[in-house]
């Protein structure tokens, strides 16, 4: 008999572009890490390569080669210390939702082998609600939509809550409200985003944290810097950090959850 899973998987979505997805991906890995986790971290995101941007790489294998023969260990990136690794995925994203089944199956076997050497997968997925990225964010086993005050942003996230709990029946959502340039906007907007919710879908939500609008973070993208290495103690990198410590106690108390789940659900 396998062992039972430990680790929790994660997608980051949103319905709107540039809200700060790729971003939070990154550094709510590194403050995980900072506390002890081990991670890897897939570049879910087919359009644009947008981690490799972030940190200045050029990777030469994805996850596509997994498919080919090699190995888990040939197409990981360490990132920091032990257990932190970036899977790229470049294409390979796509083929694995149209593969036929059982191709679909050796690789998530594949992939299952090496995600389990983790406490945590973290997806960075892509924008809009293409299959792609609905298929991406039905797979593992929680969800983070990432929103911003705007409105725009709202009417968006809420697109891709409906269509993920009325085509895919997922039921469990959380929320950063980031690029907040006050606490009391962030609730405004996580409250418009969950009276929707509730009210057409009969579906609750939670708020799992906000990040402030923060200059720093423009600033550690230019330089190509993960936010909690270039100013570690920017408003942006504590709010990033409270929420990590809460991501860490969920994965403490949903633990039998997570031992009776698989990392990736299949798609059917
Ligand atoms: N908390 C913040 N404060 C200020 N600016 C921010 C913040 N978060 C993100 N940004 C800005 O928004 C830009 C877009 O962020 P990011 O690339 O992470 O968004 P995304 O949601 O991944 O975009 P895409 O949908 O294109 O993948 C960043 O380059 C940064 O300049
Ligand atoms: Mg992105």
Partial sequence: MTEANTTLSIAIASGKGGVGKTNLALNLCFALHELGSSLILLDADLGLANLDVLL??????????????????????????????????????????????????????????????????????????SPTVLSFAAMPQERIVVITPEPTSLTDSYALIKVLFTQRQIKNFQVIVNMADSEKEAKNA??????????????????????????????????QVPLLKFAPNCQAAQDIREIAKKILERRTRLKDLIARSPILKPLI
């Fill in 56 to 129: 200045g790489l050029s990777p030469e294998k994805n996850l596509q080669d997994l498919i080919g023969d090699a190995t888990a260990e040939n197409v990981v990136i360490p990132l920091a210390g032990e257990g932190f690794v970036l899977l790229p995925s470049a294409s390979g994203v796509a083929e694995l939702v149209e593969m036929d089944e059982e191709v679909q199956g050796l690789l998530l076997g594949k992939l299952d082998t090496l995600f389990r050497q983790y406490d945590f997968l973290v997806l960075d997925l892509g924008a809009g609600i």
């Fill in 190 to 223: 996580f409250t418009r985003l969950a009276q929707a919710c509730e009210r057409f879908l009969n579906l609750p939500i939670s708020l799992l944290g906000t990040v402030a609008r923060d200059p720093m973070v423009t600033e550690s993208v230019r330089h």
